[in-house]
């Protein structure tokens, strides 16, 4: 089946740390993208990216990192920088004018 | 820079009643528009966008929207609620003369009550 997988599902982070929330595609869409949703904020973008190797910053990409080196894979990392970290991460993807599809999510949670 | 405002943090309505879920937006370039709605402990999906065209856009599960380029505004309908629309609805703008930016909004939480 088609669709985007996010990894892990939930995921837990000491203080100090780096995590890295994984996003994987077969859909051979070129664009790729990263939201935090908090209750009553919606969808805040973090990081998009259009082409492989290529990636922009989005409302609030303080304190994150990714990187697009394949055109499948497109991992978040969630730095020390970080200090509000709590929140669901979404990713998703698109092939062409509008419609995206979104991975399943995954829920961070500082220790 | 891009915007899209939800005004309501919730809608209520009743089984059977016209639901109207408001959207604006603000965009430097042509806007292009679309809703997704989620559902609870699941993804979101999308309903319907608009890109350009007819300012009527018909999207899944029965729902509408309008395009109103002078007042900015992309309000999401559905004649007649059911139970089971009961979700959180969230609108979206692209600068379509710009990249691929693709802004959310607050979100509406939408309950229907039979």
């Known amino acids: 089946d088609g669709g985007i997988t996010q990894s892990p599902k939930y995921l837990f982070r000491k203080e100090g740390q780096n995590v890295t929330l994984s996003c994987e595609q077969n859909l051979n869409h070129d664009a790729m993208y990263w939201y935090r949703q908090d209750p009553g904020q919606g969808l805040r973008l973090i990081y998009y990216?259009?082409?492989?190797?290529?990636?922009q910053k989005g409302d609030i990409a303080e304190g994150y990192s990714v990187s697009r080196e394949k055109k499948e894979s497109f991992p978040l990392t969630v730095t020390s920088a970080q200090k509000n970290p709590t929140a669901f991460y979404l990713c998703?993807?698109?092939?062409?004018?509008?419609?995206?599809?979104f991975g399943s999510g995954t829920q961070l949670s500082v220790l | 820079a891009q915007s899209v405002a939800q005004p309501e943090d919730q809608v209520n309505v009743a089984e059977g009643n016209p639901l109207t879920v408001k959207c604006t937006y603000s965009?430097?370039?042509?806007?292009?528009l679309f809703w997704y709605v989620q559902y609870p402990n699941r993804g979101l999906q999308f309903l319907l966008k608009?890109?350009?065209?007819?300012?009527l856009v018909k999207g899944s599960y029965g729902f509408e929207a309008e395009f109103n380029k002078s007042q900015t505004s992309f309000h999401l309908k559905k004649p007649s609620a059911l139970v089971s629309d009961s979700a959180l609805y969230f609108c979206a703008v692209r600068d379509g003369t710009n990249d691929y930016k693709l802004s959310f909004g607050a979100g509406t939480t939408v309950t229907v009550r039979a």
């Open positions: 998703a993807s698109t092939g062409s004018v509008g419609k995206l599809f």
């Open positions: 608009y890109i350009t065209g007819d300012n």
């Open positions: 990216s259009q082409i492989v190797n290529d990636f």
């Open positions: 965009v430097s370039g042509n806007p292009y």
